[in-house]
T-cell receptor
Framework: QKEVEQNSGPLSVPEGAIASLNCTYSDRGSQSFFWYRQYSGKSPELIMSIYSNGDKEDGRFTAQLNKASQYVSLLIRDSQPSDSATYLCAVALDPTGNQFYFGTGTSLTVIP | KAGVTQTPRYLIKTRGQQVTLSCSPISGHRSVSWYQQTPGQGLQFLFEYFSETQRNKGNFPGRFSGRQFSNSRSEMNVSTLELGDSALYLC??????????????FGSGTRLTVV
């Protein structure tokens, strides 16, 4: 079992809709959670981090963490074609960051 | 301020050769990590350096090595290249080691093709 699992997609949503991306992790003691966005041919860029249960909002993005169910999700409201990218979930298993794992990513396409 | 700079952007090598990739972190960042990204495996951790010391190493063969200089710039070397080493190699910097609280800033990567 991989430490971090994501549905590879592709996920397609119409412009203006809510895109929902999900990630599950295997280690119940995981500490910190991150979402990265990677455009085709580009490097990943950090868009959200979340450390405690609940929701964290930043503009059109909301990260949700449920440690009991071991999942973290990313919601993108009012999706735009410019949001079309691969979204990578990353999990730090311990506070030192020595165990830091990426999922393989979910490809999102926003259709105009 | 300048981001993470990786050179070269593209490389084509033949099997059996060796290659050296370079990474300059964000000014003031002292931790540099290297990742290999392939379509099938995603991002795989290679190693992390802090203050010229290798702090962590992933599950890669000894053909993959790295080092960090006193100015925090880092290099990674792959010897005896294999076709399977074709990948995007990403360097990431952070202010401190222990990525748990800070995440990463990635460079643009070096696309290595082994033929």
């Amino acid at each position: 079992q991989k430490e971090v699992e994501q549905n590879s997609g592709p996920l397609s949503v119409p412009e203006g809709a809510i895109a929902s991306l999900n990630c599950t992790y295997s280690d119940r003691g995981s500490q910190s959670f991150f979402w990265y966005r990677q455009y085709s041919g580009k490097s990943p860029e950090l868009i959200m981090s979340i450390y405690s249960n609940g929701d964290k909002e930043d503009g059109r993005f909301t990260a949700q963490l449920n440690k009991a169910s071991q999942y973290v999700s990313l919601l993108i409201r009012d999706s735009q074609p410019s949001d079309s990218a691969t979204y990578l979930c990353a999990v730090a298993l311990d506070p030192t960051g020595n165990q830091f794992y990426f999922g393989t990513g979910t490809s999102l396409t926003v259709i105009p | 301020k300048a981001g993470v700079t990786q050179t070269p952007r593209y490389l084509i090598k033949t099997r059996g050769q060796q290659v050296t990739l370079s990474c300059s972190p964000i000014s003031g960042h002292r931790s540099v990590s290297w990742y290999q990204q392939t379509p099938g495996q995603g991002l795989q951790f290679l190693f992390e350096y802090f203050s010229e010391t290798q702090r962590n190493k992933g599950n890669f063969p000894g053909r993959f090595s790295g080092r960090q200089f006193s100015n925090s710039r880092s290099e990674m070397n792959v010897s005896t290249l294999e076709l399977g080493d074709s990948a995007l190699y990403l360097c990431a910097s952070s202010l401190f080691p222990g990525r748990a609280n800070y995440g990463y800033t990635f460079g643009s990567g070096t696309r290595l093709t082994v033929v």
